[in-house]
């Protein structure tokens, strides 16, 4: 299809933290396609940062609360600026109205899921296997704007401020650039997360074998979860879950010499700002994203995976997609994605001390 003739162009999507992140190559192919326009993103108040630091974004309209009043308010704001295209990469009732009140003559939403797959997964209990990758969902829905849906990985990018404040931060706590690992062990769902005594195993051989000390990232939510974990680690182990705003943590794990963590947001923040990464992941399906130059660790049971999203609980009762990884398997991927890394930039890198016999809560069910 041919490009349109288009000045201003606005995306929407409004939430969560990962799904915005890998919102990222479609607004770059934007900018590449129409160089001079306005580009617009609407996203929650809460989820700013994700976007403040993008180059390719010119205006920010934000969704300050999720109330009728707040949703009418966002669609006179997008309304008054008069786009010619809206792009709906969230693709739910509320970006439907913000369509819809936008005015725009041209209108594209990506393709959420296959019919088949939310049959499969929600009615017939089946694993769910992703046909393709989410950021190829998001671009493939800019062809009606007349450009090609070419994949590329997400790019996180820093806002200055945010790595202003990451420079300071370390600078107080005694830690360098490339100096530490930041873990984050929480997610929203219980389903997703590894065991908080795992972390602080794996958070404790990191310290000992690798001479990294470990940072604990999260939400005020996550506070207590972190601190536990730090708790079982011992001194190499330090919390800053709750002093950050979600573009500082960004910054704090753009600056890690690794990162390791659950299905979660802050995971994909990691991968797009290239920290080596290892990924977690139980009851959702992997292949939605791109593990290029990252680890992941997956249990592939076959019964997962048996979730878009995660749970409260497994529905099963077992929870073996995450119960059967131990900390020997993460230290493992930790350490080879350190060397391959090494080896790739030209130089040496800290290496784990061999396998080491299992320490207490490293292996099996726990």
């Known amino acids: 299809m041919p490009k349109q003739s288009l000045e201003r162009i606005v995306i929407v999507r409004l939430s ?8 990222e190559p479609a607004t770059a192919l934007l900018r590449e396609a129409y160089p001079s326009a ?28 999720s109330s009728l009043a707040a949703l009418r308010s966002l669609a006179r704001e997008i309304g008054e600026r008069r786009y010619d295209a809206f792009v709906d990469l969230h693709r739910n009732l509320r970006s439907a109205f913000l369509a819809r009140a936008s005015g725009a003559r041209l209108r594209t939403a990506y393709v959420k899921r296959e019919l088949r797959d ?7 209990r089946r694993p769910f296997r992703a046909s393709k990758r989410l950021v190829e969902r998001y671009v493939e829905s800019l062809a009606p704007l007349g450009i090609a849906p070419a994949y590329r990985r997400p790019v996180f990018h820093v806002a200055g401020s945010d790595a202003e404040w990451a420079d300071g931060y370390l600078a107080g706590s005694g830690l360098v650039p490339h100096g530490y690992v930041a873990v984050v062990p929480g997610s929203v769902w219980p389903t997703k997360r590894w065991s908080a005594e795992r972390y602080a195993a794996l958070a404790a051989r990191v310290a000992a074998r690798l001479d990294l000390p470990v940072v604990l990232l999260g939400s005020r939510d996550e506070i207590e979860l972190c601190e536990t974990v730090a708790a079982g680690a011992g001194s190499g182990a330090r919390v800053a879950a709750g ?11 753009s600056r890690a010499t690794l990162y390791v963590g659950n299905d979660s947001g802050p ?83 800290a290496s784990p001390r061999g396998p080491a016999p299992p320490e207490g809560g490293t292996g099996g069910p726990g």
């Open 118 to 124: 939310a049959f499969a997964v929600r009615i017939a």
């Open 243 to 253: 002093q950050t705003t979600l573009g500082q943590m960004a910054a704090l794990i």
């Open 38 to 65: 306005e580009i617009g993103f609407v996203v929650k108040g809460s989820l700013r940062d994700l976007v403040a630091g993008n180059p390719h974004v010119d205006t920010i309209h934000v969704l300050e609360e």
């Open 267 to 349: 995971t994909h923040i990691a991968m797009a700002v290239d920290t080596p990464t290892v990924a977690i992941f139980g009851p959702t399906d992997p292949g939605q994203f791109d593990f290029e130059r990252h680890a992941l660790v997956y249990a592939d049971l076959e019964c997962s995976a048996c979730s878009f999203f995660g749970g409260e609980r497994c529905r099963l009762g077992h929870w073996d997609c995450i119960g059967t990884i131990g900390v020997d398997d993460v230290y493992a991927k930790a350490g080879a994605l350190l060397e391959r890394r090494g080896r790739e930039a030209g130089r040496g890198v």
């Open 16 to 23: 969560s933290v990962g799904d915005v992140v890998l919102t």
